[in-house]
C-alpha cells in the first residue's frame, strides 16, 4: 500500500477527522469503485468507519480492495455490487437490495464516468449515448433514489456527492472530450439544481459537486485505448493530481458539520487544497494568477468544489494568497463556490 493510500485524510488535521465521527457505520454508496477516484474514496471511507456499497459493472477489483481493508483492519466495511450505471433497472435493484440489506443510502458518492473519443462532427450516437447515459442519467438515477432513500427513513442529514470535472466548467481545445465535456457541465447544473431543490424541500440534506482536472487513473488509457503512448503522455506533460487527493477532498466536505456556515473549514480546505489564485477562483475580485508551490502558472489544473451549504467563498478570501510552503503540495488545486442561497 502507497503512502498516500494510507494517509489519506491525514492533511485535515484533528478537528476536520472528528467531523467524521458522525458518519461512523452509516451506509455510503460509492459508483465506479473498480478504481482510480472511486476506489480511493471507497477505501479513505471504510479507513473512517463507514459501511461502503462500491458498485461497478465488474466488481473483481472491489472484491480485492475489500479483502485489502480487512486485512489491513479497518474499522468499516467494503461491499461489492455489481452494477451497469447506465441500466435503470440495475441501479433500481441496486437500491432496492441496499434497502432490505442495509436499510438505505445516507452518502452518495456518484464517480461512475466515461469518456469516448468521439468527436461532435464525426463521433458515433453510440459513444455520445454511453457517455450520456452514465454521466447524466446515472448519476441522476443515482441521485434521485438516494435522496429518496434519505426521505423514506427521515435522514435529513444526509450528502450527495458528485465527482464532476473541471471540464464541467471549462471547453477544452481538445475535440475528442468536447461531448464528454458537455455531460459534465449537465453535471454542474444538476448540482445546482439539486441544491434549489433540495432548500425547496426544506432538507438540510447537501449537494456537492467536486470538479478534479487531470487525475492519474487509467481515465486517459479508456479514452485513448487505440494509442497508449497518447494516453501516457497526458499524465507524463504535468504533475498530476492523485486518486488520494479527490478522496481527501470528499472526506473534508463530509466532515463539516451540518449546520456549517462558520468561516473556520473553508481555510482548514484554503490550506490543504488552494494553490492557484486567479481567472477561476479569483476573477471577481481582481486577483491576479499566482501560484503557490509551482514555479509556473498552470491556470489548467485543479479541482473545483461547489457545496449547497458553504458561505460564499469570495467574500472571506484576504487580499492577497497566504504564503505557504511548496513542499506541504503534491499537486495545484483550484476551488470554485457556489453561494448556499
Known amino acids: 500500500m502507497s503512502r498516500s493510500q494510507s494517509e489519506v485524510g491525514a492533511r485535515l488535521g484533528a478537528t476536520a477527522m472528528a467531523g467524521m465521527e458522525r458518519w461512523r457505520d452509516r451506509l455510503a454508496l460509492v459508483t465506479g469503485a473498480s478504481g482510480g477516484i472511486g476506489a480511493a474514496v471507497a477505501r479513505a471511507l471504510v479507513q473512517q468507519g463507514l459501511k461502503v456499497v462500491g458498485c461497478a459493472r465488474t466488481v473483481g477489483n472491489i472484491e480485492e480492495l475489500a479483502a485489502e481493508c480487512k486485512s489491513a ?10 452494477c451497469d450505471l447506465s441500466s435503470e433497472e440495475d441501479i433500481l435493484s441496486m437500491f432496492s437490495a441496499v434497502r432490505s440489506q442495509h436499510s438505505g443510502v445516507d452518502i452518495c458518492i456518484n464517480n461512475a464516468g466515461l469518456a469516448r473519443p468521439d468527436t461532435l462532427l464525426s463521433g458515433s450516437t453510440s459513444g455520445w449515448k454511453d457517455m450520456f447515459n452514465v454521466n447524466v442519467l446515472g448519476l441522476s438515477i443515482c441521485a434521485r433514489e438516494a435522496y429518496q432513500s434519505m426521505k423514506e427513513r427521515k435522514v435529513d442529514d444526509g450528502h450527495i456527492i458528485n465527482i464532476n470535472s473541471m471540464y464541467g466548467h471549462q471547453v477544452s481545445p481538445h475535440s475528442v472530450i468536447h461531448f464528454y465535456s ?13 441544491r434549489q ?20 487513473t487509467q481515465f486517459a488509457f479508456k479514452l485513448h485505448d487505440k494509442d497508449p503512448e497518447k494516453a501516457a503522455a497526458t499524465y507524463e506533460r504535468i504533475k498530476c493530481l492523485k486518486p488520494e487527493d479527490v478522496a481527501e477532498a470528499v472526506l473534508y466536505v463530509l466532515s463539516t458539520p451540518p449546520h456549517v456556515q462558520a468561516p473556520w473549514p473553508l481555510f482548514a480546505l484554503f490550506r490543504l487544497f488552494l494553490l492557484i489564485w486567479g481567472r477561476d477562483c479569483g476573477q471577481k475580485r481582481g486577483f491576479p494568477l499566482k501560484e503557490v508551490g509551482r514555479e509556473k502558472p498552470s491556470p489548467s489544473m485543479g479541482v473545483a468544489i461547489q457545496s449547497s451549504r458553504l458561505p460564499p467563498l469570495l467574500a472571506l478570501l484576504p487580499p492577497s494568497p497566504p504564503s505557504l510552503p511548496p513542499s506541504q503540495f503534491s499537486s495545484p488545486v483550484l476551488a470554485s463556490w457556489l453561494p448556499p442561497g
Open 73 to 82: 483492519g479497518y474499522p468499516g466495511t467494503l461491499i461489492p455490487y455489481r
Open 182 to 194: 458537455a455531460t459534465k457541465y449537465a453535471v454542474t447544473a444538476l448540482t445546482e439544481g439539486l
Open 197 to 216: 431543490e433540495l432548500r425547496e424541500a426544506q432538507t438540510h440534506i447537501r449537494a456537492t459537486c467536486i470538479s478534479p482536472e487531470v487525475v492519474e
